[in-house]
Each structure stands twice: as C-alpha cells, then as structure tokens.
C-alpha cells in the first residue's frame, strides 16, 4: 500500500511512477476526500472541546440552582453534529482505502519504463545445449521414462494437473531436499506454514482485492483459500507487530505445494508441467531495515542463481520493466531456463523487493534502538526454487541419444543414482 502522505503531498511524483507500469490513475477524487476527511477531524476536534467544556459547566448550574436546560440542549446539537461527522468520515476513510489498496507499487529508481518487451537480460549462464540427434520434448521424456503419468492425473484432477511416480517422484523429492539443504548451510531458518489461509493474508501480500479469483477459495463465509504461494503466508509471519531493531533481518525459507487456478487458456506449448494448478516450490522470504533491503535483494538473487548453476542448467537473468513486474513490488528478478523443445526461456524464479509496500498493508513495523522510532519494515522474497519448470529442463538439456537423462551432480546424493532409463 502506498504512504497516503506521499500522495498528498507529492501526487504528480506518484502519477508518473505509476505511468512507467503502463497504469494510469486519476488522484483527483482521493485528494478530495482525503482533504474533506482532514477538515472533518478539525473540526470534529473543536465540537468535542466544545462538548467537553458545556459537559462540565452543566454541573456547576445545577449545583448553583441555575437554569441548564439550554445549554443541554446545545449540548445535544453538539453531539448530534459529532455523529453525523463521525458517520461520513467512516465513510471517507473507507473510500480511501479501498482507493490507495487498489494502487500498484511504485516502481524503483533504476527500473525501466515499459512492459514485458522492455526487460533486461542481465546475465547468461552456460551454453543452449546442442543435439546431434532429433531430441524429445520433456512430455515425451517423462513419460517414456515412467517419471510423470499425465493422463492419470488428469483423471484424478483434471486439466493442468500430473501424477509423479516412481524415480519421478524420486527426482522431485531430491530437488526440493537440495534447495532445501543449501538454504540451511546458509543460514535461513526452515518454516512450513498453513496451506489454507485467510483474506487478510492475501490483502496484506498484495494478492487482493485485484486477484481474488485466481485463488482457489474454500469457503462461502470468511474466506478461506489456498495459498499460491509460501510468500502469501510468511508476509503475514509479523502482520499487526513490532519487531526489535535487533530482530532483523529475518531470512526466512519454506516448502510448499503451490494452488493457482490459472485462469484462461493455455496455449499447446505449455503442456505437461510448465503450467499448472499445482506445484511444489521452495520460497526465500526476508524481513529487512529499509537501508538493507536493496544487498538482502542482491543476496536472494545470488541464492537463486546460485542453485539453478548447481544443477549445471543453462538460463538467463533478466530485471523486468515496470510493467511486468507483479503489483506488489517495486523490483524483480527472473531466473529463466531454456527449454530446448519450446525454443525459449520460462521463468523458474522471481525474486523481488516490495520495500515497504506489504509493510503497510500488514502493519509490519519495527523500532529503532537509538531512537525508539518505529517505522516499517521492507520485506522481499525470491522462489529457490519451483520445481515444475525444473524438471522438463533437466530431461531435456540432460537427454541422452539412447533416450536416458543424466541426473545432476547435486541431486544424485539424494536420488541414488546418476542417470534414469527406461525401466
């Protein structure tokens, strides 16, 4: 959510940061209702002074046999006007934050204007892989080598959903206890939150109100839904409190299956697993000072990387302009893998810096040693990694001529094997 004080104070800074989205807003109305709920606390302010002076010379009349009738009656008129006012400033405020939630981040600095033609390619690891024989898309690749079984996952789930079995699952255990592993060594504490989740989880991580039907929601009442993501539940680890100074930064990592709906079609180069309802993803997250936030981007970023180059995979990295950037955030990262049957990059992780923006949604704040001050706290988060992008690289960049896929160094401590073939 963005400082109603910055848009106050400076609303054409916020109109054209907002333009480098590609998303244009009229401030106009807010500010007048903004300026209307301000003169209403003055002079809400003042009837009340008013109200407290009459209440206590009321007393004093009647204690000296005078008459008090009238000035109970000016009293009564006070009140009633403090309650029409209170009425509309209710009115005003909920305007108002229904207005500044509905608001996209504002882009950083040194993020460019535009969308998604606009992005960056700032880094290319390793080689597209070449092939001296006609090489298999990783749909053909799983199933052959018994890794997914597709159409019983249909069966089961329906469209977008797949079944790991066997080493399949075997390879996908050991995928998620690497990055699992490596998160640990550096130092990130292990969580595993609830899967089902409130609405105020999705408000505070930026989600809704805009994206609530890409949810898979539970309940009629109350609004209960799976989470999309781990990032939507550890946003709300400290929503409503104050941290210590000494608290941060918080580095914070966890596993779970990821529950999207995905609305809308797909198109026949995204199937098998590159889109999907469901899906098992590792998530950074990190609680930060303000000042810090932008080396803890940096230091997710690298973590990233760090664990898609373990697994020996070509990809690149790109920054993205504004406009591709997820509405939450005011900078993003994608590690994007080359999938060689498709002819081009899918992204496997963002990683981004939301600076104060959830904060604010969430309420999330900390206090200064020195200073007492208590200001909000910059949160980012990063995937490291999800894994169904993953594996359709791995069969397809390791595929060998005989139809057998070399296993990763990295991952062979946990599946116990260095290559899959066919049973």
Same mark, same amino acid.
């Given at each position: 959510?963005?400082?109603?004080?910055?848009?106050?104070?400076?609303?054409?800074?916020?109109?054209?940061?907002?333009?480098?989205?590609?998303?244009?807003?009229?401030?106009?109305?807010?500010?007048?209702?903004?300026?209307?709920?301000?003169?209403?606390?003055?002079?809400?302010?003042?009837?009340?002074?008013?109200?407290?002076?009459? *209440?206590?010379?009321?007393?004093?009349?009647?204690?000296?046999?005078?008459?008090?009738?009238?000035?109970?009656?000016?009293?009564?008129?006070?009140?009633?006007?403090?309650?029409?006012?209170?009425? $509309?400033?209710?009115?005003?405020?909920?305007?108002?934050?229904?207005?500044?939630?509905?608001?996209?981040?504002?882009?950083?600095?040194?993020?460019?204007?535009?969308?998604? /033609?606009?992005?960056?390619? +700032?880094?290319?690891?390793?080689?597209?892989?070449?092939?001296?024989?006609?090489?298999?898309?990783?749909?053909?690749?799983?199933?052959?080598?018994?890794?997914?079984?597709?159409?019983?996952?249909?069966?089961?789930?329906?469209?977008?959903?797949?079944?790991?079995?066997?080493?399949? &699952?075997?390879?996908?255990?050991?995928?998620?206890?690497? #990055? +699992? %592993?490596?998160?640990?060594?550096?130092?990130?504490? #292990?969580?595993?939150?609830?899967?089902?989740?409130?609405?105020?989880?999705?408000?505070?991580?930026?989600?809704?109100?805009?994206?609530?039907?890409?949810?898979?929601?539970?309940?009629?009442?109350?609004?209960?839904?799976?989470?999309? %993501?781990?990032?939507? &539940?550890?946003?709300?680890?400290?929503?409503? $409190?104050?941290?210590?100074?000494?608290?941060?930064?918080?580095?914070? #990592?966890?596993?779970?299956?990821?529950?999207?709906? $995905?609305?809308?079609?797909?198109? &026949?180069?995204?199937?098998?697993?590159?889109?999907?309802?469901?899906?098992?993803?590792?998530?950074?997250?990190?609680?930060?000072?303000?000042?810090?936030?932008?080396?803890?981007?940096?230091?997710? +970023?690298?973590?990233?990387?760090?664990?898609? /180059?373990?697994?020996?995979?070509?990809?690149?990295?790109?920054?993205?302009?504004?406009?591709?950037?997820?509405?939450?955030?005011?900078?993003?990262?994608?590690?994007?893998?080359?999938?060689?049957?498709?002819?081009?990059?899918?992204?496997?992780?963002?990683?981004?810096?939301?600076?104060?923006?959830?904060?604010?949604?969430?309420?999330?704040?900390?206090?200064?040693?020195?200073?007492?001050?208590?200001?909000?706290?910059?949160?980012?988060?990063? *995937?490291?990694?999800?894994?169904?992008?993953?594996?359709?690289? +791995?069969?397809?960049?390791?595929?060998?001529?005989?139809?057998?896929?070399?296993?990763?160094?990295?991952?062979?401590? #946990?599946?116990?094997?260095?290559?899959?073939?066919?049973?």
């Amino acid at each position: 959510m963005l400082d109603i004080n910055l848009i106050r104070s400076n609303p054409e800074f916020v109109t054209e940061a907002l333009k480098k989205r590609e998303y244009s807003v009229d401030l106009t109305e807010l500010l007048e209702w903004d300026a209307r709920r301000r003169a209403i606390l003055q002079e809400n302010e003042n009837l009340k002074a008013e109200s407290n002076k009459k *209440s206590k010379e009321i007393p004093m009349r009647k204690k000296q046999g005078l008459d008090a009738s009238e000035l109970l009656n000016e009293l009564k008129e006070i009140k009633e006007k403090i309650a029409v006012l209170d009425n $509309e400033q209710g009115e005003l405020e909920e305007k108002i934050r229904k207005f500044v939630l509905a608001l996209p981040n504002l882009p950083a600095e040194d993020v460019v204007a535009g969308g998604k /033609e606009a992005n960056e390619v +700032i880094k290319v690891f390793g080689e597209k892989p070449e092939f001296e024989y006609e090489p298999k898309n990783h749909v053909d690749l799983c199933t052959s080598l018994g890794l997914i079984d597709y159409e019983r996952g249909v069966k089961m789930g329906g469209n977008g959903y797949w079944l790991y079995t066997g080493e399949g &699952a075997k390879l996908e255990w050991a995928l998620l206890n690497y #990055f +699992i %592993t490596e998160h640990i060594k550096d130092g990130y504490e #292990f969580m595993l939150p609830p899967h089902i989740l409130t609405y105020d989880c999705g408000l505070t991580a930026g989600q809704f109100p805009k994206f609530e039907e890409d949810v898979f929601r539970l309940t009629e009442e109350g609004f209960h839904f799976l989470l999309p %993501t781990a990032e939507t &539940a550890l946003i709300n680890l400290y929503r409503g $409190e104050i941290l210590n100074e000494n608290d941060l930064p918080r580095k914070l #990592f966890a596993y779970t299956p990821c529950y999207r709906r $995905e609305a809308g079609t797909y198109r &026949a180069s995204e199937r098998g697993m590159i889109r999907g309802h469901q899906f098992n993803k590792v998530e950074m997250f990190g609680y930060t000072k303000p000042e810090d936030s932008t080396a803890m981007l940096k230091e997710l +970023i690298d973590k990233a990387c760090r664990l898609v /180059e373990g697994l020996g995979l070509h990809y690149q990295l790109s920054k993205l302009a504004a406009g591709d950037c997820s509405a939450s955030m005011a900078t993003t990262y994608d590690i994007e893998l080359w999938i060689p049957s498709m002819n081009e990059y899918k992204e496997c992780s963002s990683v981004s810096n939301a600076r104060d923006y959830q904060a604010r949604r969430g309420n999330i704040r900390f206090r200064r040693n020195d200073t007492k001050k208590i200001e909000f706290v910059h949160t980012l988060n990063g *995937s490291g990694l999800a894994t169904s992008r993953l594996m359709p690289a +791995i069969v397809e960049q390791y595929q060998q001529p005989d139809g057998s896929v070399i296993v990763p160094e990295v991952l062979r401590p #946990f599946f116990g094997k260095d290559r899959i073939v066919k049973k």
